[in-house]
């Protein structure tokens, strides 16, 4: 399997300097304005969606008619697409973080002599992670149900919608003054990396039935 992730990681690698510069142009204009803990999160997240460019890849080349005849199980194909989804949401919690602290302090939205100013930047990073890589794993059954074009817009909804409806929720219990306590925050995140692995789990298995129904020429 680690050749399959190898071959996603190495395309994809062909592709980073524009990944990069996309990375830079929004430190200059999103980091100013909301400062590094969103330009943070937002770089994990756009990091996360280069696996829809992996699935691009492997139908351009159709790669996949070729893999499942070889000595490897259709659950490791699908297993190793999210192993690279991990891997790509990890490099965007990197990328924003070094960015993310560069720009603030480019900016002075940042003091980097602050001791809690730094441990906000690192949970930040793991937040971005675990919204990444929560609705990135949303993406890979639609990419092996639709193909990656018909799912390009899917895999936007998929992200998009539940970002929305998150920032309605706010908006409605800052309307009404309903706030959380510091408790229940801690538990959230706390608790938010067992729920993501858990649903994470269940769209691998989604995606491996999806992928064992396919009939390939």
């Known amino acids: 399997m680690k050749s399959l992730i190898l071959k996603d990681v190495y395309n994809i690698g062909h592709n980073s300097r524009s990944m990069l510069l996309i990375l830079i142009l929004f430190m200059v204009l999103l980091l100013p304005v909301n400062g590094p803990i969103s330009y943070i999160i937002m770089s994990c997240i756009m990091c996360s969606m280069m696996v829809v460019t992996t699935f691009a890849f492997d139908e351009n080349a159709k790669w996949t008619n070729y893999a499942i005849i070889m000595p490897i199980s259709k659950k490791q194909i699908v297993m190793s697409k999210f192993i690279v989804l991990l891997i790509f949401t990890t490099i965007g919690a990197g990328f924003g973080l070094v960015f993310g602290a560069i720009g603030g302090i480019l900016f002075k939205k940042f003091d980097y002599m602050s001791l809690s100013g730094w441990l906000t930047l690192i ?10 890589f929560f609705f990135g794993s949303i993406v890979i059954p639609l990419l092996y149900k639709f193909g990656a074009e018909k799912a390009r817009i899917l895999s936007i909804v ?16 800052v309307t009404f003054g ?18 993501t692995v858990f649903w994470s789990i269940v769209m691998f ?7 064992n129904q396919q009939e390939f020429n």
């Open 123 to 132: 949970s930040a990073a793991g937040i971005g992670m675990v919204i990444a």
């Open 158 to 173: 998929a992200f998009a919608l539940p970002v929305m409806v998150s920032l309605g929720l706010y908006q409605i219990m």
């Open 178 to 195: 309903i706030t959380f306590s510091n408790t229940a925050i801690v538990i959230g995140l706390v608790l938010s990396p067992f729920i």
């Open 205 to 211: 298995k989604i995606s491996c039935k999806t992928f």
